[in-house]
């Protein structure tokens, strides 16, 4: 039997859970600010103290582990060649590895853009451009550009293979702090995201966290191993995916509405779902995370409004009879509010169905109709996640809020977007006990147990009581012979 | 090696020529980038620039070429790949038309070499060689 200890440090709050390995269950949850701006050791004391208190007594873990969003999480820059190709490819790796984008920029850089990467404050820049054997010339311009501008952040190198021994030689020139890895997108339209993303892990874990002052938790716990985002991406591939005998969910879709960011992520094949239409732009992972920095409950509540046309947000004042203007201006200007009242929880429920709503619409695939001599056709731009069969939601405004259901069900949003490729009638489920994050920390240990654990603990809130609808089919005519051209 | 971007344009959805012509080329021992059909210009750009390609080689089977192929070229120099040899070939026009007066056409859109219904990509190979220096 053994007994281990999880610990999430979040930007607000650090948690705890304590796991039994015999019981296949957990013991006790607990939480407390983080406190990484004094000593991040304090926070985590003080949750412990309130975890032996619902536990009744001080236990010993045989392994505690944590993973970190803590400080502003990990921010990076993506560089590439061409926006829809390496740029994209540059970015799906930084999102799928746990970061947050806060820069992307394509061809050439500028002075200006190597200013905003000192500014935004970037701990980690990915450079790639040019498939194995392409275009160097970019990379290597973009590469003595960091390097004459002064920039001593990591660099990963993840761009033409050919060129890496000239990347290697402008960095000692300029002694830079440069990590040669695997292309992001060796071949055209494929993604090769793990090369890069575990390197970015291994900065992350190196070098980041220690310039954080989160490494210092090491004294009191075995080890921090993974950037937050990335461990609830671990957890939600294992619970789509399985383990061993134990069967996991199938295609699951997670929304993570928190206080600065919505996370969404994808558990799906990328392929067409549907017969009458044609898969374009660059490949899309199993496993997708996206990231809105610009919406969230409380630091990004402006971004929220932004995010809303006047008519959009006209419309919404009316059917619920509030001022989102007033209300969303004052929460973010009072990060800790706490919804106590009937009114309140109304305002953060509106905000989370905003939240869902747009982050799906940036993640969900779409269709694009094309006019063609043989009558219309249809290209399919990213996932199709009609087929999707289980929404799962997690973060402060699900957990308290009276009528979590309303809020997810906003995935399957479609007024006036009929060509989005979302959800249809899925069954919704709730990280009641805010244990995602843990247990993909305990998936490095024991897949097993942690899958057990999120199959029993995730709680069915509503939804998919009808058989899964069909989406509505568009017509497809195949081309008929004598209207084309060669025949 | 030198690299090669193929595809079919526009609403095109002829695979079987355009397969061939991944064949024919991979065989000359050239690195062949193939986009498939159903392909804008712009795709056809992006390939060309990511993978440092030395030629373009559009086909259109469909009758509809004349439409999906212009302004590709000035796209390529606005792209900042003006230079690059662009081919193209298939059945690019509507009907039986005097080909002499098609090739006029195309050529002032920017296409290097423009070869007639039928031609088997074979044939177009002593251009491919010479336009890549060979």
Not at chain 1, 274 to 280: A, E, F, L, P, T
Not at chain 1, 469 to 486: D, E, L, S
């Amino acid at each position: 039997m053994s007994r281990y200890l999880m610990i999430d440090f979040g930007s607000t709050f650090t948690k705890l859970t304590a796991i039994d390995t015999e019981t296949e269950d957990i013991i006790a949850t607990a939480n407390h600010f983080t406190t990484v701006a004094t000593d991040i050791t304090i926070g985590y004391q003080n949750a412990l103290k309130a975890l032996y208190q619902k536990i009744g007594e001080e236990i010993t873990f045989d392994k505690i582990i944590g993973c970190s969003s803590a400080a502003g999480g990990l921010k990076m820059a993506a560089i590439g060649l061409v926006e829809e190709l390496t740029v994209e490819a540059a970015k799906r790796v930084c999102l799928g590895a746990g970061a947050k984008v806060e820069l992307a920029f394509s061809h050439h850089l500028t002075n200006r853009n190597v200013q905003q990467i000192l500014d935004k404050q970037i701990d980690i820049v990915l450079l790639s451009g040019g498939t194995d054997g392409g275009n160097s010339e970019c990379v290597l311009y973009n590469m003595r550009m960091l390097g004459e501008r002064g920039i001593k952040l990591p660099v990963i190198y993840a761009g033409n293979k050919d060129c890496q021994d000239e990347i290697l030689e402008i960095a000692s020139q300029y002694e830079m702090n440069v990590y040669v890895c695997e292309n992001v997108m060796p071949k055209l339209n494929v993604l090769n995201i793990p090369s890069a993303r575990e390197k970015i892990r291994e900065i992350f874990l190196k070098n980041i966290i220690e310039a954080k002052g989160i490494k210092k938790i090491e004294t009191a716990i075995d080890k921090v191993i993974l950037p937050t985002p990335e461990s609830v991406l671990r957890a939600a591939e294992l619970l789509s995916k399985g383990y061993m005998h134990e069967s996991g969910l199938g295609e699951i879709v997670l929304v993570d509405i928190g206080g600065a960011t919505t996370d969404m992520y994808s558990m799906c094949s990328a392929s067409a779902k549907r017969s009458d239409v044609v898969v374009k732009g660059l490949e899309e992972p199993y496993a997708k995370r996206t990231v809105e920095g610009d919406l969230g409950m409380r630091y990004s509540a402006l971004g929220v409004l932004e995010s809303l046309t006047v008519e959009e947000r006209k419309l919404i004042d009316l059917d619920e009879g509030v001022d989102l203007v007033k209300e969303l201006t004052y929460r973010h200007e009072n990060v800790d509010t706490i919804p106590s009242n009937d009114h309140e929880r109304k305002i953060d429920r509106i905000m989370g169905q905003i939240c869902v709503d747009k982050a799906m619409e940036r993640h969900v695939g779409r269709m694009e109709e094309m006019y063609t001599p043989m009558g219309m056709l249809y290209n399919q731009y990213g996932k199709d996640l009609s087929k999707i069969r289980y929404v799962i939601g997690t973060g402060g405004v699900l957990v308290r809020n009276d009528n979590p259901y309303e809020i997810l069900k906003k995935v399957e949003y479609t007024f006036k977007k009929p060509l989005e490729l979302r959800p249809t009638n899925p069954r919704y489920l709730l990280d009641a006990d805010y244990i995602l994050a843990s247990m993909g920390l305990l998936s490095e240990i024991d897949p097993l147990l942690a899958l057990k654990i999120m199959k029993k603990h995730l709680k069915p809130i509503g939804g998919g009581n009808n058989e899964p609808q069909q989406a509505p089919q568009t017509t497809f005519t195949p081309p008929v012979a004598n209207k084309c051209g060669c025949c | 090696m030198k690299t090669i971007v193929t595809g079919v344009i526009g609403a095109d959805v002829h695979a079987v020529g355009n397969k061939i012509i991944e064949y024919v080329l991979k065989n000359e021992g050239y690195n062949v980038v193939n986009i498939g059909v159903l392909s804008s210009q712009e795709d056809f750009i992006n390939a060309a620039i990511e993978t440092n390609a030395d030629m373009i080689l559009v086909s259109s089977l469909y009758g509809q070429g004349e439409i999906d192929c212009r302004g590709l070229r000035e796209k390529c120099v606005e792209a900042g790949i003006g230079n690059i040899p662009l081919f193209v070939g298939g059945n690019i026009v509507i009907g039986k038309q005097n080909f002499d007066e098609v090739r006029v056409r195309f050529k002032n859109m920017g296409y290097d070499e423009v070869y007639a219904p039928g031609t088997p990509i074979e044939k177009t190979l002593p251009d491919i060689k010479k336009y890549l220096g060979e």
